[in-house]
């Protein structure tokens, strides 16, 4: 079984105005697309009573070596949400809270778990053998996870809708 080295606990951005959800989808999309992560869809639900609450959870994947890779979670819930027009463009107002998440997840192919010897050796690998590689991993995801956030954080904070 693959194991994950949480890099940074969720940070949150919270936004209750207007939102241009289709540019901020593609701003995330495309910063990390940029950074060589792969981005799935893990959910897509709309509260089918009211159509006004939303969650979304997309997990963005990069392969740094046979061994580990970075995965960056980004979840986006909203509520109270509502069309409105500003300057004949349509948007949406609610209340948009975005978290990020990021681990390492080592041994994600588990050619480790294959057989019980490699599996008793795999935790003397990680805390003797490549510690130091792991670190400096550890750094790198930890420098992107804030920088998506920073990102977006500052595009709320500059964007607004007149």
Known sequence: MAEFDYVVFPLRVF???ILD??????LIQDWLTSRDYSLYEQEYHVDARTENNV??????????DDYAQFVI??????SNIHETTVKNKKFLRGAFNITFE????SDYEQRWEQKPFLKVWRGLYDKLFIKDKLDRYNDELKNDTYNIYDEIKA??????FN
């Open 73 to 78: 979670e980004v979840r986006i819930t909203g």
């Open 102 to 105: 990021s681990y390492i997840e």
């Open 15 to 17: 936004h209750d105005d």
């Open 55 to 64: 969650k979304i959870f997309w997990r963005a994947e990069k392969k740094v």
């Open 155 to 160: 595009f709320l904070s500059l964007k607004k």
């Open 21 to 26: 959800t289709g540019e901020v989808f593609r």
